[in-house]
């Protein structure tokens, strides 16, 4: 009895271990999640399909995910309680498999999900004249990546009612309009993943914890049992 006991007590440890990584790793997803949206408010009008803002709240809703869960198997640890154990077990398979379903979609259909961001964002151009928010975001975003229509500044094409372009796509404000020639879309994107390459390297790593928490709380709630059927 002895001896499973000091078995279910290094498990528990490690275990309670492993999940508060995993818990500060859910709140640097979140905190993350917050910093990119605070820093694309300026862009808050446009369609939740552009990438920096699918990006944010997808962060969002996963560092809290994340950091419920963990604060539950650092509970379930702690408390030795099977009930919280396999609720946290469940709960996190489930996450990790949501996880591999989305790393393959976005790898298999990363181009049908750019033409349906690209669309989005052409029809809610129609709304520029009108949507004094949406054409805040436009003119915003234009001038800070100094760009110019999702694809090419053509998207702007009967877009506006002197079929002009906006003045937020000019270079200056002079009345010969000299527009940016690099598409919003492309920018937007690329902003997007320099500024995301360190929190990829950051997910891999949340990934292996959540393997290794998975592992130990089977390995707990086992131990458990065989320490419930020597005292019976």
């Given amino acids: 009895m002895s001896v499973s006991r000091c078995c279910l007590c290094c498990v528990k440890y490690l275990m309670f271990i492993f999940n508060l990584i995993f818990w500060l790793g859910g709140c640097g997803l979140f905190g993350v999640g917050v910093w990119l949206a605070f820093t694309q408010s300026e862009f808050s009008s446009l369609p939740l399909s552009f990438p920096s803002l699918s990006a944010a709240n997808l962060l969002l809703v996963a560092g809290g995910i994340t950091m419920v869960t ?4 650092c509970l379930g640890a702690l408390k030795e309680q099977k009930c919280l154990l396999m609720t946290f077990f469940v709960i996190l398979l489930f996450l990790v498999l949501i996880e591999v379903a989305l790393i393959v979609v976005l790898s298999v259909y990363h181009e049908e999900l750019d033409k349906k961001a690209k669309d989005d964002l052409k ?11 949406l054409k805040t975001s436009w003119d915003n975003m234009q001038r ?6 999702v694809s090419n500044h053509t998207d702007w094409h009967n877009k506006t009612s002197s079929g002009q372009l906006p003045e937020s796509c000019c270079r200056d404000n002079n009345d010969r309009c000299q527009h940016w020639e690099e598409p919003c879309y492309e920018k937007a994107k690329d902003w997007l993943l320099a500024n995301m390459t360190s929190v990829l390297g950051f997910g891999v790593c949340i990934g292996i914890v959540q393997i290794l928490a998975l592992v130990f709380s089977l390995l707990m709630y086992c131990q458990i049992l065989r320490a419930e059927k020597y005292m019976d």
């Fill in 123 to 133: 029809k809610g151009m129609k709304k520029y004249l009108t949507n004094e928010g």
């Fill in 144 to 149: 800070i990546f100094k760009c110019c229509g």
């Fill in 70 to 73: 963990g604060f539950l198997g």
